[in-house]
């Protein structure tokens, strides 16, 4: 009981912490505009809601079981938060590991990529079920989510990644820049793919 209590209260420090760093990001940004801003006040006020909403739509997402698991900041200015919720269940589907990837930049935050996992920690294995980018393509939020899903991978000490690829992930033979864009996205990861002989289907395996 003790111990849970201490990782409770372990975990809400850093969460609040990761809140923090947000906010103040958005408060540096004002500051620094401060010679063009007439109403600093209200500009901060404004800041405070903002903030206010961001936490908000982050707590939503602790709340299905999602635990932040790494911030990251990009050149731009962006800054992406990943999240992973273990021994989960979507639309009756269980896996063992679920990832959410979220980009937060001038007070937005949007979710951009989600990845459902299994692991079979005696053949050393992980599966991935479905992954996919939500919102525009060619952003390079399927590359950050991929390679949060190798680093997990190799965290659990396992050696191989595979999946399947199916026509709505490729697309159909009249498809062919889609299809080739699949595959040059997992090959570009390291990824062995094998197609079908209809070229619709097909599977991909990562060795660690």
Known sequence: MFGKIVGDFSEWIRRRNIYYTLYYDLIDKIR????????????????????????????????????????????????????????????????????????????????????????????????IIDNYVIGERGQGYGSKGMEEIIHIAREQRLKIISGSLHPVDIGCNADNENRDRVLRFYKKHGFTVKLAEDGNSGHIRLYL
Do not use: W
């Not at 903002?50 to 939503?60: E, R, T």
């Not at 009756?92 to 007070?107: T, W």
């Open 32 to 127: 620094a505009e401060r010679s063009v801003v007439a109403d600093l006040d209200r500009q901060l006020h404004c800041a405070n809601r903002k903030y206010d909403a961001l936490v908000n739509s982050l707590h939503a997402v602790t709340l299905e079981g999602y635990t932040i698991s790494k911030i990251q900041r990009e050149k731009g200015g962006e800054t992406l938060l990943f999240f992973t919720k273990r021994d989960s269940t979507i639309s009756g589907i269980s896996f063992d590991i679920a990832v959410r990837l979220y980009a937060y930049q001038d007070a937005v935050l949007e979710e951009r990529f989600r990845a459902e996992l299994t692991c079979d920690p005696g053949k050393e294995r992980m599966t």
